[in-house]
């Protein structure tokens, strides 16, 4: 594969992010919903970058907002019940970061789109 294009590295950084605190959520706590839910978050945001990085950025950006309103509707609750900053504040901030860039991203390339 080609060296990553700007607008995908924001989904590959949270492919690893989330699958990375998904195997040490089931290291430090045995906690199989981690392992699960942050290996297909991390699949997710590697699609999505993969889209974006082969030219099909009009999806990609799309899969990658739906993919982190998820994650900050997932983990948002959670840190407000448990106000643990690590994991559950640091991916809800960098989901909510992640959302509104590929939101705005996803805007401006279906602007482009839908005036040519």
């Excluded at 504040?89 to 005036?115: C, F, H, M, P």
Aim: no cysteine.
């Amino acid at each position: 594969m080609d060296r990553p294009t700007g607008s995908s590295h924001a989904a590959f950084t949270m492919a690893a992010l989330t699958a990375g605190l998904g195997v040490y959520g089931y290291m430090s706590k045995r906690s199989m919903p981690s392992l699960v839910a942050g290996v297909a978050f991390g699949a997710v945001y590697a699609a999505s970058g993969y889209l974006i990085n082969n030219g099909r950025d009009e999806y990609g950006h799309i899969v990658g907002a739906v993919a982190s309103a998820a994650l900050v509707g997932v983990m948002g609750p959670k840190y407000m019940k448990t106000r643990a900053a690590f994991p559950p504040g640091v991916l809800a901030i960098s989901g909510a970061v992640v959302g509104s860039y590929d939101t705005y991203k996803g805007v401006q390339v279906w602007r482009n789109l839908l005036e040519e």
